[in-house]
């Protein structure tokens, strides 16, 4: 279940663990009672390794490769005679 972040008017953020089937847009305060809505908060990079964190805050943007270098293709080329006994 994970835990998310809630912003309350008067009495201010907090955290609770809903279900992912429950309502994540809006919950009560567990103090005041008073509707609240969810904060959206950054992914924490900080605690991984520095090339899984580079490579999350490149997104999805395209590597620019040139057909040079592309890589060899690894599917198996047809061979003349797959079957030695079907000749």
Known sequence: MPRYTFECGTCGDYEIWKRSNEDLAKDRC???????R???QVFRTSYLDSKVSKRIEQGMTPKVVKKENLQKSNIRQKEKNPRPWMV
């Open 30 to 36: 567990p103090d005041c009672g008073s509707e609240t």
């Open 38 to 40: 969810r904060v959206f």
